[in-house]
């Protein structure tokens, strides 16, 4: 099977598990600013909280895409941004719009970039956007990821109800749960000024309650697979 996978934000965390457990003999290819230590992976540098080039990133998309005789394709958008960590109205103006761009339109602009490239693909195609419980709780501190995610959500289940109409892409809003990556150690490192609930964070960790980013990607790759799962569904890996 010629199966290609693209993974924003594959250079660390969630993302570079999701890589790494890509299927067999998948074509792997990470976009991130930094770029991925995963042997056999291409890179397609691009910094997304930067809306100037998203044009350029859905093109390179597009020439994947359409490389190659695929008989699967999936894209999942996992790059994301905590920062700034902090109540609205007292962080740094330009962070917070970064963070507005990345959480919240990069998603929606690459996913729309990504269905143009495959609709007329007689093959499976997948669409997943990386979620998190945070667009259903308030977490103070964290206003505009939240939001973002929330967005994401809205996004995924009014897209997957147009698939239904005419596309058949499989299109999902997935929450990870809480994975031991560089974001919590961020969180955990944060001001309780800033993030009153960290202390949560640090109790979650002192318990030892984090899920691996390979625990969590394997689940992730199971739900592909899943005949029982829906597009425009939002599923949270914990419930499942
Ligand atoms: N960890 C958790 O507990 C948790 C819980 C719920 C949801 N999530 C979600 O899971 C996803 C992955 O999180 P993680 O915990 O793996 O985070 P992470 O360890 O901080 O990794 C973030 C990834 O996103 C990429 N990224 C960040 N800013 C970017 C930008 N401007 N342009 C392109 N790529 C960018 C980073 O690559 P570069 O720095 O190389 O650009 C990196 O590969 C995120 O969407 C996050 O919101 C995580």
Not at 93 to 109: C, D, F, H, P, W
Request: aromatic residues 4%; hydrophobic residues 45%; contains cysteine.
């Amino acid at each position: 099977m010629d199966t290609l996978v693209i993974v924003t934000g594959g250079s660390a965390g969630l993302g570079r598990a999701l890589l790494a457990s890509a299927p067999p003999g998948a074509h792997r290819v990470d976009v991130s600013r930094s770029g991925t230590d995963l042997p056999d992976t291409d890179h397609l540098a691009a910094d997304l909280t930067d809306p100037a080039g998203w044009a350029a990133v859905g093109e390179r998309l597009t020439a994947l895409v359409t490389r190659r005789a695929w008989d699967r394709i999936t894209l999942l958008h996992n790059a994301g941004t905590l920062e700034p960590i902090g109540f609205a109205g007292e962080v740094d103006a330009e962070a917070y719009t970064r963070n507005v761009l990345l959480n919240s339109a990069a998603g929606q602009v690459l996913g729309h970039r990504f269905l143009a490239a495959v609709r007329d693909l007689d093959v499976r195609r997948e669409l997943v956007l990386i979620s998190s419980g945070a667009a259903r709780s308030a977490y103070p501190g964290w206003s505009a990821y939240g939001a973002g995610k929330a967005a994401c959500d809205q996004w995924v289940r009014t897209v997957g109800a147009e698939q239904t109409h005419r596309g058949g892409v499989l299109v999902l809003s997935v929450a990870p749960g809480v994975v031991a990556t560089g974001m919590q150690e961020l969180i955990r490192d944060t001001d309780p000024r800033d993030f009153p609930q960290v202390d949560r964070f640090h109790d979650l960790h002192t318990r030892g309650q984090l899920v691996e980013p390979d625990v969590a990607a394997d689940a992730l790759w199971a739900l592909l697979d899943d005949p029982g799962v829906a597009t425009g569904e939002v599923v949270d890996l914990r419930s499942r």
